[in-house]
C-alpha cells in the first residue's frame, strides 16, 4: 500500500513538473517573440525616416550612422526597409539606396552569410544581395553556383540574372559551359532562363555553346538566342536543326519561329518528316509563325500525322493563316478518311477567329453563289462535324441581314434539331421580313415532321 502511494506521488510530481516546464517553455517562447517584435517596431520608427531620407538625396548615403547590433532584429527589420525602398524607388534614388546598403554593412552582412550561413540563409542572402543590386558580389554568387546545396545554387543564378550586370552575362555563360551530362548540378533552364534576360549581349556569349558537346547545354543556348530574338544568328540555329539530339532540333524550330526567320522556311519544311514527334510538333508551330502560303501544303499532310500535338499544332497553323489556309481544311474536313484529323481541324477552328471571319466574308457573298463557295463549302464541313455554335449565334445575332440570308441558306440543308429551333426562331423574330421569309422556307423544304423547339 506504501509502494502504491509512492508511485501515484512519484507521478503526480512528474506530470506537474512538466507541466510547469511546459507553461514556462511556451511563456519564454511568447516573450521573446514579443521582444523581438517590439525591438524591430522600434528600428523601423528609427531608421524609417533616414531610409526615406537618402532615397530622396536629402542624407548622405555614404556615412550611415547605425547603432546596431552585429545580430540583433535591428538589422532584419533595416534590412527590409531598405530592400522595400529599392524596388519601390526611381533609378536615381535606387542607386542612392544602393550606396547605403554598402556603406552601412548591410550588403556586406548579406556576403558574409553567403560565404558562411546554413544552407537556408545562403540562398535568403544571394536573392538580397540581388535587391541590393551589389556588383561586388559577382565572385560570391559565382561561387555560389557550385554550392552543394541545389537551392543555393538556383538562388545565385536568379540572383546573377537580376542584378543586370554586364560582367554577369559572361558569369552566367559560363555557369551554363560547365554543366556536364546527367549528373547536372544546376537546372539548365533557370540558368538560360536568366541569361536571357540580359538581350541581344547574352546571344553572342552563347552562340559558342551550340557547338557544346553535353546536348542539354546546345538547347539551352538556341533558347537563349530565340528569347533575345538574335535574327543575326539564324545560320547557326537552322545548322542546329540537322543535331544529332530530337531536343536540340525542337529547341532549334522553336527558337527560329520565335525569330519568324523567312530563311529557315524550306529547312523547316524538311522537319516535317522528323522521326520525333517533338520536332514535327515544333515544326508545324513555327511554320504557323511564318505565315507562309508555300508551308500550307504541308501543313495540310500534317494534319493527318501519328501523334495527336503534332496535328493540333498544324490544325492551328493553318487556322491562323487565315484565308490562304481555308481550301486545305475544307478539303481536310470534308473529305479525310482520318476521323482524328477532321476532328482535329473543327476543334481548332472553333478556337480561333477563322470561323467569325469566314461567316464576315459572306458579305460579298451573292446568293445564287452559296452552293459553290468555299466559304459556305467550309462552314458546311465544320456544322457537319458537330460545330454549329458559332454559325447560330451568327444567324441569330449577325448585323447584317445579307449575311444571316446566306447563313439561312448554309444550314438549312443540315440534320440538326438545333438548327430546327434556330431557323424557327428566325422565321418569328428576325426583324428583317426577307431573313423571316427565307427562314419560313426553308423549314417548309424540311422534314414534315421536324419539331421545332
Not at 543556348?221 to 530574338?229: C, D, P, Q, S, T
Amino acid at each position: 500500500m506504501y509502494n502504491a502511494y509512492l508511485i501515484v506521488t512519484w507521478a503526480i510530481g512528474t506530470l506537474a513538473v512538466a507541466l510547469v516546464l511546459f507553461v514556462a517553455t511556451l511563456t519564454g517562447r511568447r516573450l521573446a517573440g514579443d521582444f523581438r517584435r517590439r525591438a524591430r517596431r522600434r528600428v523601423e520608427r528609427v531608421y524609417r525616416g533616414l531610409v526615406a531620407h537618402v532615397a530622396a538625396g536629402t542624407a548622405r548615403p555614404e556615412r550611415p550612422d547605425l547603432k546596431l547590433r552585429t545580430d540583433g532584429v535591428g538589422w532584419e527589420a533595416l534590412d527590409e526597409l531598405v530592400r522595400a525602398a529599392i524596388q519601390a524607388a526611381e533609378p536615381d534614388a535606387a542607386a542612392r539606396l544602393t550606396r547605403f546598403a554598402a556603406a552601412s554593412g548591410l550588403a556586406e552582412r548579406c556576403r558574409h552569410q553567403l560565404r558562411h550561413g546554413g544552407g537556408w540563409e545562403r540562398a535568403r542572402a544571394a536573392a538580397r544581395l540581388a535587391d541590393y543590386r551589389c556588383a561586388e558580389a559577382l565572385d560570391d554568387l559565382l561561387h555560389a553556383t557550385e554550392d552543394p546545396d541545389p537551392a543555393v545554387r538556383t538562388a545565385a543564378v536568379r540572383a546573377l540574372g537580376r542584378l543586370g550586370d554586364d560582367a554577369a552575362i559572361q558569369v552566367l555563360a559560363d555557369v551554363l559551359a560547365r554543366v556536364h551530362g546527367g549528373a547536372d548540378r544546376l537546372s539548365v533552364r533557370v540558368i538560360s532562363g536568366n541569361l536571357a534576360r540580359f538581350g541581344p549581349e547574352a546571344g553572342e556569349r552563347v552562340v559558342p555553346l551550340l557547338s557544346h558537346p553535353v546536348w542539354r547545354v546546345r538547347g539551352a543556348a538556341l533558347f537563349v538566342l530565340g528569347e533575345v530574338v538574335a535574327a543575326h544568328h539564324t545560320g547557326a540555329m537552322i545548322a542546329c536543326l540537322a543535331d544529332a539530339e530530337p531536343d536540340v532540333r525542337a529547341k532549334a524550330a522553336q527558337a527560329l519561329g520565335k525569330l519568324a526567320a523567312r530563311g529557315a522556311l524550306f529547312p523547316l519544311l524538311g522537319r516535317l518528316e522528323d522521326p520525333s514527334w517533338l520536332v514535327r510538333m515544333h515544326t508545324a508551330r513555327a511554320l504557323g509563325r511564318l505565315a507562309d502560303p508555300a508551308a500550307i501544303a504541308a501543313l495540310a499532310r500534317c494534319l493527318t500525322d501519328g501523334h495527336w500535338r503534332v496535328r493540333q499544332e498544324a490544325a492551328h497553323s493553318l487556322a491562323a493563316s487565315g484565308g490562304a489556309a481555308l481550301a486545305a481544311l475544307t478539303e481536310t474536313v470534308l473529305a479525310s478518311p482520318d476521323r482524328f484529323a477532321r476532328e482535329q481541324v473543327v476543334e481548332e477552328l472553333q478556337r480561333t477567329p477563322l470561323l467569325r471571319d469566314t461567316i464576315d466574308r459572306l458579305q460579298r457573298l451573292a446568293l445564287e453563289d452559296v452552293p459553290t463557295a468555299p466559304e459556305a463549302a467550309l462552314l458546311t464541313a465544320v456544322a457537319k462535324g458537330g460545330a454549329v455554335s458559332v454559325m447560330l449565334a451568327a444567324l441569330a445575332g449577325h448585323g447584317s441581314a445579307h449575311v444571316r440570308r446566306v447563313l439561312v441558306r448554309v444550314v438549312a440543308p443540315l440534320p440538326n434539331p438545333r438548327i430546327d429551333a434556330a431557323l424557327a426562331r428566325a422565321a418569328a423574330n428576325d426583324p428583317d421580313m426577307l431573313v423571316r421569309h427565307d427562314a419560313a422556307h426553308a423549314l417548309k423544304e424540311r422534314a414534315p415532321d421536324t419539331e421545332v423547339a
